[in-house]
């Protein structure tokens, strides 16, 4: 299970996860708090109380992550904000009239306190709820399962036409001009390019998400990897018939596609796109899919607002609903493919 105490990135994961936030509130609105300017805020005694323990346990832990608390809505409550909250809640926060600023959590940096809290078993509990209710979340989301909830970003679809195009193009230039098997070569020149792009295999990536033999592993990667796949593909099958041009139309072995492979890996203009495709695809997969990606582990981060928006919220689309509805229009591009 994961320790929310020891990972800021694990802790965003769930502060940014505004559909698992609301579950959270629904199950602690027993939890006493003030609304105040549309939103609901707690003083430290508050969060102290609930936690059960002292105040001076807080504002420890306020000190020792200041940055973090305030980034996630843990604010210093003064001036004319500060009047207007004594003036309507005076009796709960029971400040003097000579205090100058009220440290305020709203619920998200509430939430966020009681996850760095190792001496409360009030918030280790909360914990434990809180890990349960996303992965709840996530799956209700995405109707039972995170396989493919890469096929939820409205991008998606785009981006796996545009690499299925250059994998076209790629296969039929490694028929032509490089040696070895009819079959196995593809699968060897795949992994070539799946090693440069994000540093594993297909076997590695297979068994990182847990996927079946069926399974196609170019399905499941989300739009900006394929994008990426999709510009290898298009640079090394140039490379490729550039080199056996050179070689006086002699095919290619796998060891010279391979140094062909790492040497577009390490052009400085691929560095960018390398680096954005891996920081998604380990920090998705971690959020969303529960999968850690240790060889670019270096690259996880976590995952934005905006991104659970395009996967599981009100951006997100129906994958299986949008294949049904254009089936026919499908059914008419590919004959005229095989025409």
Known sequence: MKDLTVSNIERQNVLNNRFAINKIQEQLDDFPGMLFEGEYRFTKKMVADFYEVEERTIERYLEKHSD?????????????????????????????????????????????IGMLLTESERAKTLRSMILDLVIATIHEKTGGGTKYINRRDINYIPAAITEENYRKNLTSVISQYVQGHQTYKYAQVTDLIYKAVFKENAKEYREILRLDSKDNVRHTLYAEVLLVISSFENGVGAAIQEQCKQNGKAKLTIEEVERIVGELAEHPMQKPYLNDARTKMTSRDFSFRDAYHGNIGEYLRAVTPEE?????????????????????????LKQAEDE
């Open 68 to 112: 973090e608390l305030s980034a996630n809505g843990y604010v210093l409550c003064k001036g004319k904000h500060l009047k207007a909250l004594k003036l309507q809640f005076a009796p709960v926060i029971n400040v003097g009239s000579k205090t100058t600023q009220l440290g305020l959590f709203n619920f998200r940096a509430f939430l966020n």
């Open 308 to 332: 659970f928006e395009r996967f599981i919220g009100d951006q997100s689309v129906d994958f299986d609903r949008i294949l049904e509805n254009n089936k026919d229009v499908l059914k008419r």
